[in-house]
């Protein structure tokens, strides 16, 4: 059984950064495109970065120069490193993953279709 597990989020100031880890579970990990979504209250969720096995990523405009996604093969962990954290990044945070999809379906979709969640992780930035 496919398992998602994000750790990583909390509080932080504008400016900041944080790094949220998702650690995978029952699948060949590493044949998966995986990815970050994101939801903050009341607005849609968006997809924020994608990378796929053969290394390729792919960033939602708001957050490129920013944010930068990675994976740990032997670990089977994936990884968002977010810096110059602002407000608006404020949201729930959910590591997904699909073996079909792409990275460019990933960050330019809500995540529909996607087989496989983790059950989120909270990051606030207050200004």
């Known amino acids: 059984q496919v398992q998602l597990v994000e750790s990583g989020g909390g509080s932080v100031q504008a400016g900041g950064s944080l790094r949220l880890s998702c650690a995978a579970s029952?699948?060949?990990?590493?044949?998966?495109?995986m990815g970050w979504f994101r939801q903050a209250p009341g607005k849609e969720r968006e997809g924020v970065a994608a990378?796929?096995?053969?290394?390729?990523?792919n960033y939602a405009d708001s957050v490129k120069g920013r944010f930068t996604i990675s994976k740990d093969n032997a670990k089977n962990t994936l990884y968002l490193q977010m810096n110059s954290l602002k407000p608006e990044d404020t949201a729930m945070y959910y590591c997904?993953?699909?073996?079909?999809?792409?990275?460019?379906?990933?960050?330019?979709?809500?995540?529909?279709?996607?087989?496989?969640w983790g059950q989120g992780t909270q990051v606030t930035v207050s200004s």
């Open positions: 997904a993953a699909d073996r079909r999809l792409n990275v460019g379906w990933f960050v330019h979709s809500r995540g529909q279709l996607i087989n496989y």
């Open positions: 029952g699948y060949t990990y590493s044949s998966y495109c």
């Open positions: 990378i796929d096995s053969d290394g390729n990523t």
